[in-house]
């Protein structure tokens, strides 16, 4: 199984940054994309953004611009960087990996257990 743990989340005021990072652990043979997703309260999980194994990048276009997705393939580890946050960016956010455990392994998803982030003055 792959594990997913993320980290990094905070309250800072508007205008501010924060940087997440999500690591994957457990059994790996390959990942195939890592992503972030986010859930405001009352509200549906939404797409933020997403890195492949070949490094490219996509964003939403609530957050392009303001965030940065990288990665660190050795470690298996991804940050999203936050720049000029906004109170509408307020949510649990949440790592995923597309991924397979094994050689014979059908691709699936992992989900980490979620960080807040909350901005407000």
């Known amino acids: 199984q792959v594990r997913l743990v993320e980290s990094g989340g905070g309250l800072v005021q508007p205008g501010g940054s924060l940087r997440l990072s999500c690591v994957a652990s457990g059994s790996i043979f390959k990942i195939e994309s890592m992503n972030w997703y986010r859930e405001a309260s009352g509200k549906r999980r939404e797409y933020v953004a997403h890195?492949?194994?070949?490094?490219?990048?996509n964003y939403d276009e609530s957050v392009k611009g303001r965030f940065t997705l990288s990665r660190d393939g050795a470690e298996n580890r991804v940050y999203l960087q936050m720049t000029n946050l906004k109170p509408e960016d307020t949510a649990v956010y949440y790592c995923n990996a597309e991924a397979r455990a094994y050689a014979d392994s059908a691709l699936d998803d992992y989900w980490g257990q979620g960080t807040q982030v909350t901005v407000s003055s």
């Open positions: 890195i492949t194994h070949t490094g490219r990048t």
